[in-house]
């Protein structure tokens, strides 16, 4: 019996070991970039030993009043952002419940597709059709102008008013359906049997959605609640990236885009980009921890 365990274990091990070796190249391995910030490195010189000079970008990270400032800035962006996205994360729960509540099988599927389907659209194409709709030339502004409404074109792209908002709608509208998709899975793993009994006790169709339904979806939607907590300053640059402009930085800049921009910066600042993504590397993992001791503390049950 032991054996035939043993050779079992080999077997699963052997099954998961790609999927561990794909972790391990492209997870592990590239932190190995993260010798670049004990070391002065100036491309296109080879790197060399020589300019080693310990935590010096760390320190400067915290003396030097100007990274200091942009530092501050970007993490009230980035925290800003994420805690408007983390604010409305019950929605992808609530559309996957009124989604489950469509009758008619096509329109559902319909729905359905047309809401995931913007989840594989990059984000260079949504800034074009951001673009179409909201630039000089574009409907928006065409059809205010037909309407007389104003005489001169508004450009929405430049203004940073309101600008966290606008990302995040932007975010939703793309991001929306797939991330109900788990939600979806969830509601089809209900035992039927609840709602019968629901129905036979005299339960209208908004009574079962609020005490069964809902109640079956809490555990999944806490834990993804406190995965977004633990990943609050990886909200990710490409959307950023493509809408940022001379006009926006100061509000839309946040700590992943800031790295980016330091390291492609002329002259680039590789060490001092490393370094700080060291540090953001860090806090996310303190976020995790805190989040994990929070649901422990909640749930009586561990995320990790």
């Not at 997870?27 to 310990?54: H, K, N, R």
């Not at 419940?97 to 949504?126: D, G, H, Y």
């Not at 007389?148 to 606008?166: E, Q, T, V």
């Not at 492609?264 to 370094?275: G, Q, R």
Request: hydrophobic share 50%.
């Amino acid at each position: 019996m032991g054996k035939a365990r043993k050779a079992q274990g080999y077997k699963e091990f052997l099954l998961i070991l790609p999927f561990i070796a794909l972790v391990a190249v492209f997870a592990y391995f590239p932190l190995y970039g993260w010798i670049y910030s004990f070391f002065d490195y100036q491309p296109p010189l080879p790197f060399s030993w020589d300019s080693f000079v310990g935590l010096k970008w760390f320190k400067l990270l915290f003396q030097n009043q100007s990274y200091v400032n942009q530092t501050l800035q970007v993490l009230r962006n980035t925290f800003a952002m994420s805690g408007i996205a983390l604010l409305f994360s019950w929605l992808p729960m609530f559309f996957a419940i009124l989604l489950n509540e469509l009758r008619n099988a096509p329109f559902k599927k319909f729905v359905q597709t047309a809401a995931t389907i913007p989840n594989f659209i990059s984000w260079v194409l949504v800034y074009s059709v951001a673009f179409l709709l909201m630039g000089n030339n574009g409907m928006i502004n065409s059809v205010l102008k037909d309407w007389g409404l104003i005489a001169r074109p508004i450009d929405f792209m430049k203004d940073s008013s309101h600008l966290w908002l606008k990302m995040w709608l932007w975010l939703t509208w793309k991001n929306l359906g797939w991330a109900a998709i788990m939600y979806v899975a969830a509601i089809s793993g209900i035992d039927e049997g609840m709602y019968e009994a629901a129905k036979i006790d005299g339960a209208a169709r908004w009574q079962c959605i609020w005490s069964i339904t809902i109640p079956s979806l809490l555990p999944t939607f806490f834990v993804l609640m406190l995965l977004n907590i633990s990943n609050m300053l990886n909200n990710g640059m490409e959307q950023y990236y493509v809408f940022q402009n001379s006009w926006n930085r100061e509000y839309i800049q946040v700590l992943d885009l800031y790295v980016y921009n330091l390291s492609t910066s002329k002259p680039p600042v590789y060490s001092i980009s490393t370094a700080l993504s060291m540090l953001k590397s860090v806090v996310s993992l303190a976020l995790l921890f805190a989040a994990n001791g929070l649901s422990i503390g909640v749930r009586r049950e561990s995320i990790l």
